[in-house]
């Protein structure tokens, strides 16, 4: 019961951290391109190839590793392999919701780094969510949705959001980001 329930919070730290380490890697070109849409830009310079790259393979990295100290105790993921694949679709995913959510916030005329309380907090894992879904159904499916995981589910999105936050807010503190959310 337990083991289920801390392999979805365990699993679910790359997608955590991969916007934050985004802030740390990002900056240069942005991925729009500076294009604009309607006269409003299609995303912003908040976004750049070097925050999603840099973001994406750095969080996966830390799942590789979570992985190995988690061995040990239970199996986070039926085999390495098999674990990439989940790790690397939670990583990204959660940047490409963030992306979403920009692409969004653009539209409803924010500019960037405006913001934007409940599309902030839950668009990374919107983003996760959906990209493993369609990347790693056969593990996520049941890790996630069939109890007792499902309890770890439900905790994910009660608290994680809020943890985003307060890890946001440091950012913000050690200087890393522009503004605390
Ligand atoms: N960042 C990046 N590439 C990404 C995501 C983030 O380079 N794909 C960097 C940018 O320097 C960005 C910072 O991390 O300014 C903070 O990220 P975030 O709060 O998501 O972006 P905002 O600047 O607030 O822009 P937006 O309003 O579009 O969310
Ligand atoms: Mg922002």
Known sequence: MLEAIL??????IPAMIANSLAVVF???PPIDGGRKLKGKRILGDGKTWRG???GGVSAGIVGLVLYFVCQPFFSLYPSFLEGLIPMFSLSFGALLGDIGASFIKRRMGKSRGAKAPMIDMYDFV???FLLTLIASYGWFV???????GLWGTIIVILVLPLLHRGVNII???LGFKEEPW
């Open 171 to 173: 950012g913000y503190k």
């Open 7 to 12: 392999i979805v919070i365990i699993s679910f």
């Open 52 to 54: 999603l790259f840099g």
């Open 126 to 128: 919107i983003g996760a």
């Open 26 to 28: 990002g900056g240069g």
């Open 142 to 148: 049941p890790t996630y949705f069939y109890f007792p």
